[in-house]
């Protein structure tokens, strides 16, 4: 099986194709086509295993012919080290897409990320802690939110965010599609 196999956007196959990724993962291959059909979806996969395109892929094929361009699809990462390095994946193909995408995360100036989310973006990847401080300032608001996934579920539920997801899960609308990907699930997911 290819990636050609799945459906996803030519746009995004011809950056996977650049970097010479061909064939996807387990994870991916079983991922790609439930989210690609915008079903809720749960996966387990070790760190390692391409999760980021396993929800990254179809969502971005999905968003790609939308007409809205403000915060269309969230991914909230334990920490900003994944955060960034989730951004880095997704960047590439989402501005193949023409779509904006943002990366939100603290021990840095607030003013430029804010200045970044007023000016729309389609794709918005956070930390709680940070997310929450944009959220509370009104500098991003969820109206056309359709896609949210969650990257490391367990590490966050370990680090304490419990809390902060459920503040951020409240503005957010109900109808959406939820990706929630993990190397473990305990109970409390």
Request: glycine share 6%; with cysteine; aromatic share 4%.
């Amino acid at each position: 099986m290819s990636f050609k196999d799945l459906s996803i956007d030519p746009r995004c196959l011809k950056i996977l194709n650049s970097q010479k990724i061909t064939e996807p993962t387990p994870v991916q291959a079983k991922a790609i086509p439930v989210a690609l059909e915008g079903h809720d979806l749960t996966a387990i996969a070790q760190t390692g295993t391409g999760k980021t395109l396993a929800f990254g892929l179809p969502s971005l094929t999905r968003l790609a012919g939308s007409k809205k361009r403000h915060c269309q699809m969230l991914v909230l990462t334990p920490t900003r080290e994944l955060a960034v390095q989730v951004h880095d994946v997704l960047k590439p193909m989402g501005q193949a897409l023409g779509l904006r995408s943002t990366c939100v995360y603290g021990g840095v100036s607030i003013e430029r990320q804010a200045q970044q989310l007023r000016r729309g973006t389609a794709i918005v990847v956070a930390t709680p802690g940070r997310l929450i401080d944009h959220i509370n300032r009104g500098n991003v608001h969820f109206r056309d939110l359709s896609i949210l996934a969650l990257d490391e579920a367990d590490r966050m539920l370990d680090m304490g965010f419990l809390p902060d997801i459920k503040r951020i899960m409240d503005k957010l609308p109900q109808e959406r599609q939820t990706l929630m990907f993990s190397a473990t699930f305990p109970d409390d997911i």
